[in-house]
C-alpha cells in the first residue's frame, strides 16, 4: 500500500506520536511519502532523518490513501490536494473537533490496523464549486462551505439571489453560506443553520445576521445553480471557499453549483451518522 501524510506545523504536543505512527506503518511495509512542509517541520522538531520521499502540495500524488493528521482545517487541505485524483482520505484528529476525522490521536494503532485489513468503508462526499466573474479563483471546490462576506466596511452588504435562474431574494445582513451536508456542522450550525446527514443530496443558504426576522436558513436540491450578485458601501467583498479567502469587487456576480467532483472519506466500519452527533457535538451531554 502506498500512502502520503498531510498535517499541519502546530504538532508540537503529538511529534513523539507522529514519529512512532511512521515507523508502525513503515513496519507493515506501507509505503510512506510525506508532504514536503510538512517533513520539514518534523525533521526541524525533532531531529530525526526521516528518509522518506517527500511531495509539494500542489504535485501530483502516487499513494492509495492520503492520511490527514490534524483537525478539519488539515482534512480540508488534504482535499485540495487529492480530490481531482479520487484517492481516499482518512483522518486522525490531532485538533479540537476533529470531525472529518474518524480517528483520534489514540487510536491510531487502530487506525493503522483497519487500514490494512480493509476494514472500513468509504462515503462519498458532494463539494460545491464557485465562480466569480472577472476573477481567477485557484482553489474553487468546496467539501464544506462557500460563504459571501463583508470586507472593509462594518455596514451591512446585500447579496440579490436567484435560484435556477430565477429571483430567490435580496439578503442584506453580514452575508450568506451556501453549505454542503458535510459543511452543515461548520460555519452553517454557527450561522442557525440545519444540521444534514452528510450523504443527503441538497446544500442550505444560511445568512449571516440577516436584517430581516423572515430570514431563515434554506435547503435546496444539490443540483441547483445558485448566483449571488452582492452590493457593498466598500469597493470589495470576501468570497471564502472552504476558509480560502478571495476578494472580489463590488457587483460582481459569484455563481454556486455542486462541484463534479465528489471526496472518497474513509470512516470506521461502526460509523452512523447518530453517534458522530452523540460523541463529536455531544448531544445529550
Not at 473537533?97 to 493503522?112: F, K, N, P, R, T
Not at 465528489?262 to 463529536?280: E, P, Y
Amino acid at each position: 500500500m502506498k500512502l502520503v501524510i498531510f498535517g499541519n506545523n502546530y504538532q508540537d504536543a503529538n511529534l513523539q506520536a507522529i514519529l512512532s505512527l511512521v515507523e508502525r506503518l513503515r513496519e507493515r511495509g506501507v509505503e510512506v511519502t510525506l508532504e514536503r512542509d510538512f517533513n520539514d517541520y518534523l525533521t526541524a522538531q525533532t531531529g530525526a532523518e526521516l528518509r522518506l520521499p517527500t511531495v509539494h502540495c500542489g504535485d501530483r500524488v502516487d499513494a492509495d490513501v492520503a492520511l490527514s493528521l490534524g483537525g478539519d482545517g488539515t482534512f480540508l487541505t488534504t482535499v485540495m490536494w487529492v480530490v481531482e485524483q479520487d484517492i481516499p482520505i482518512m483522518g486522525i484528529n490531532m485538533g479540537h473537533l476533529g470531525y472529518l476525522a474518524a480517528y483520534s490521536l489514540d487510536e491510531a494503532q487502530q487506525a493503522v490496523d483497519d487500514l490494512l485489513a480493509g476494514n472500513y468503508t468509504i462515503e462519498r462526499r458532494s463539494m460545491l464549486r464557485a465562480r466569480c466573474e472577472g476573477v481567477e479563483i485557484e482553489h474553487p471546490l468546496a467539501l464544506n462551505d462557500i460563504a459571501i462576506l463583508r470586507q472593509d466596511t462594518s455596514s451591512m452588504i446585500e447579496m440579490e439571489t436567484t435560484l435556477q435562474g430565477k429571483p430567490l431574494t435580496t439578503y442584506k445582513g453580514d452575508g450568506l453560506v451556501v453549505c454542503t451536508p458535510t459543511g452543515s456542522t461548520a460555519y452553517n450550525l454557527s450561522a442557525g443553520g440545519p444540521i444534514l446527514e452528510p450523504t443527503t443530496r441538497c446544500m442550505v443558504l444560511s445568512p449571516l445576521s440577516p436584517h430581516s426576522l423572515t430570514m431563515r436558513p434554506l435547503v435546496v436540491p444539490d443540483e441547483s445553480v445558485i448566483t449571488i450578485v452582492t452590493n457593498t458601501r466598500a469597493d470589495n467583498y470576501r468570497l471564502s471557499v472552504d476558509g480560502e479567502g478571495i476578494t472580489c469587487p463590488a457587483g460582481t456576480c459569484v455563481t454556486i453549483d455542486r462541484a463534479p467532483l465528489t471526496v472518497q472519506v474513509i470512516q470506521r466500519v461502526d460509523n452512523n451518522f447518530a453517534r458522530t452527533l452523540r460523541h463529536k457535538l455531544h448531544w445529550g451531554s
